[in-house]
């Protein structure tokens, strides 16, 4: 069974960048699509973007211009990064995988809050 | 704003059975799923692909689709159904993934 893990500092001041790891183990990195999904307190869930394993990239038009996702096949990890953060972007962030031929989420990993807060 | 629209919530008696429906231009072409997240809970996919399930996921859930809508239908619902319900699909340029807006479910 496949388990995802963020990891990453749960509080970051505006302006900076926000940086998550999420470390794949259980399966494969290879064949898949690997999203990064976040969910701000008591609101519902919008995806950020992926990357695949040869890394081609697709992100949310609206969170295009500030996101960058890369991929370390040698260390069944996925990162993102997210620019001049404001308090909107306090969230939970989620890492996930997809499968390529689908459109869905078939696993998740546990998400890791991320307050953006001076 | 999200381009698949549900209802914000909808509630049904313990045992009946209830649809939960997704509507957006995109799902004339793709495939919707679902996804069930329960509080301080990751989300769990409940069916992929209009209408295949999970191993794991009790046959009471079901999707199917028809125009641009899509649903989730529960037929006879349980306590533990009680929960957030997203659909989930492409948007209309098919290349970035997008969710619908939340369905929260209660069993009364």
């Known amino acids: 069974q496949v388990q995802l893990q963020e990891s990453g500092p749960g509080l970051v001041k505006p302006s900076e960048t926000l940086s998550l790891t999420c470390t794949v183990s259980?399966?494969?990195?290879?064949?898949?699509?690997w999203s990064w999904i976040r969910q701000p307190p008591g609101k519902g869930l919008e995806w950020i973007g992926f990357?695949?394993?040869?890394?081609?990239?697709n992100y949310n038009p609206s969170l295009k211009s500030r996101v960058t996702i890369s991929v370390d096949t040698s260390k069944s990890q996925f990162s993102l990064k997210l620019s001049s953060v404001t308090p909107a972007d306090t969230a939970l962030y989620y890492c996930?995988?997809?499968?390529?031929?689908?459109?869905?989420?078939?696993?998740w990993g546990q998400g890791t809050l991320v307050t953006v807060s001076s | 704003s999200s381009e698949l629209t549900q209802d914000p919530a909808v509630s049904v008696a313990l045992g009946q059975t209830v649809r939960i429906t997704c509507q957006g231009d995109?799902?004339?072409?793709?495939?919707a799923s679902w996804c069930q997240q329960k509080p301080g809970q990751a989300p769990v996919l409940v069916i992929y692909?209009?209408?295949n399930r999970p191993s794991g996921i009790p046959d009471r859930f079901s999707g199917s689709s028809s125009g641009n809508t899509a649903s989730l239908t529960i037929t006879g619902a349980q306590a533990e159904d009680e929960a957030d319900y997203y659909c989930?699909?492409?948007?209309?340029?098919?290349?970035?993934?997008?969710f619908g807006g939340g369905t929260k479910l209660t069993v009364l």
């Open positions: 996930a995988r997809t499968p390529r031929s689908g459109s869905y989420i078939d696993f």
């Open positions: 995109s799902l004339r072409y793709y495939y």
């Open positions: 259980g399966g494969s990195i290879s064949t898949y699509y």
């Open positions: 989930n699909s492409r948007d209309n340029s098919g290349n970035h993934l997008v």
């Open positions: 990357i695949y394993h040869s890394g081609f990239t």
């Open positions: 692909d209009k209408n």
